[in-house]
């Protein structure tokens, strides 16, 4: 069985801190990596994907893989009140379907 | 923008009865999903789609169906709900192409079902 795993927290960071977001994964086959965030009551809403080895940026948001160590993670900068929601990794699992983590969950207080 | 369109947004339905949750995609995507999300169980896979007509098992397909008769259109049905069937349900699209591992879902608003 495919897995996908998460720290389900709650990760509590201050405001203007660094988020930093951990997800493992089994299959060594896996291509693609997305990061989702989810707000209470809402909808997954895609953040970034990432497939090669190394960082990715995008404004706050960093995706970083090392398929080595089957891991990838998520590093928000300067943390917002507004970030506070749920994080899903997804790997792309058998075919085109995504397998997701449980999700973790951020708390940023002000 | 992907816009992806789940009929009914909260619905209360009775053990035993057929329900039928109606969802519909707008970007000419070839893949579709239906997905349940519990607390503490996050997003599981009932079903999905690479083609009209075509249908592939997720992890948990046990007392769904689905029909995809139209590209656009992906219905779930609970033959006879149950109890255990109270959820979020999310459905969900994607392209599919040369490079289709890095397509991304896009999830529609979500369904609240409640089987009392």
């Known amino acids: 069985q495919k897995e996908v795993e998460q720290n389900s927290g709650p990760l509590s960071v201050p405001e203007g801190a660094i988020a930093s977001l951990n997800c493992t994964y089994s299959d060594r086959g896996s291509q693609s990596f997305f990061w989702y965030r989810q707000y209470s009551g809402k909808s997954p809403e895609l953040i970034m994907f990432i497939y090669s080895n190394g960082d990715k940026e995008d404004g706050r948001f960093t995706a970083q893989l090392n398929k080595a160590s089957q891991y990838v993670s998520l590093l928000i900068r300067d943390s917002q009140p507004s970030d506070s929601a749920t994080y899903l990794c997804?790997?792309?699992?058998?075919?085109?379907?995504?397998?997701f983590g449980k999700g973790t969950t951020l708390s940023v207080s002000s | 923008d992907v816009k992806v369109t789940q009929s009914s947004r909260y619905l209360v339905k009775r053990t035993g009865e057929k329900v039928f949750l109606e969802c519909v995609q707008d970007m000419d995507h070839e893949n579709m999903f239906w997905y349940r999300q519990d607390p503490g169980l996050g997003l599981r896979l009932i079903y999905f789609?690479?083609?009209?007509?075509?249908?592939e098992k997720g992890d948990i397909p046990e007392g769904y169906s689905v029909s995809r008769e139209k590209k656009e259109r992906f219905s779930l049905i609970l033959e006879s709900a149950s109890t255990n069937q109270t959820s979020m349900y999310l459905c969900?699209?994607?392209?599919?192409?040369?490079?289709?591992?890095?397509?991304?879902?896009?999830f529609g608003n979500g369904t609240r079902l409640t089987v009392t």
């Open positions: 969900a699209s994607s392209f599919s192409g040369a490079r289709s591992y890095n397509s991304p879902l896009h």
């Open positions: 997804a790997v792309n699992g058998a075919g085109t379907a995504l397998i």
């Open positions: 789609s690479y083609d009209v007509k075509m249908k």
